[in-house]
């Protein structure tokens, strides 16, 4: 929808809105201005902290190249799909692509790899949703890579 200002002759403004035309004064004009420009700062700050969470979430992503094959088997199979292929795409090199093919079984790795493909669209607040709900199931990854490693040593 297209909107457009327009300064009349008696010092307020005529704002159109699609096909509906307004007319208000200038304190309002400037009462929408300070809005708008709040508005305009909070999506700045909430884009920050979802660049803070994405770099977060991302670390976590190539640490996972390292973990033990058997915690992957158990881990992966409890993810969705949108889930998955978010992990896999937050990691920073395709090791941990392999790694998740690897450790799916055939017919779970045919279908990572085409929902790989369909899923190349992801929004910074998707990847960010998925990766929170992902995270009990990483906790527990963790924690069973722990007691794998204790007990190699």
């Known amino acids: 929808m297209e909107i457009s200002v327009k300064k ?26 300070e809005v708008i420009n709040l508005y305009l700062k909070d999506g700045q700050s909430q884009s920050a902290d979802l660049e803070k969470k994405l770099s977060v979430f991302r670390a976590l992503a190539d640490k996972l190249v390292r973990a033990n094959d058997r915690v992957l088997q158990h881990f992966l199979p409890k993810l969705t799909p949108g889930q998955l292929v978010t992990l896999v795409r937050l990691s920073t090199d395709q090791k ?31 990847a960010v949703v998925y990766m929170e709900q992902i995270i009990p199931q990483l906790k527990a990854a963790i924690a069973e890579q722990k007691k794998i490693e204790a007990e190699g040593v």
């Open 8 to 33: 009349l002759k008696n010092q307020n403004f005529a704002l159109e809105v699609g096909p509906v035309t307004i007319e208000v004064t200038p304190e309002v004009v400037k009462n929408l201005h």
């Open 96 to 126: 941990l692509y392999q790694k998740v093919l690897k450790n799916l079984s055939r017919t779970n790795a045919r279908q990572f790899e085409e929902d790989y493909r369909e899923m190349d669209k992801i929004t910074q607040h998707q």
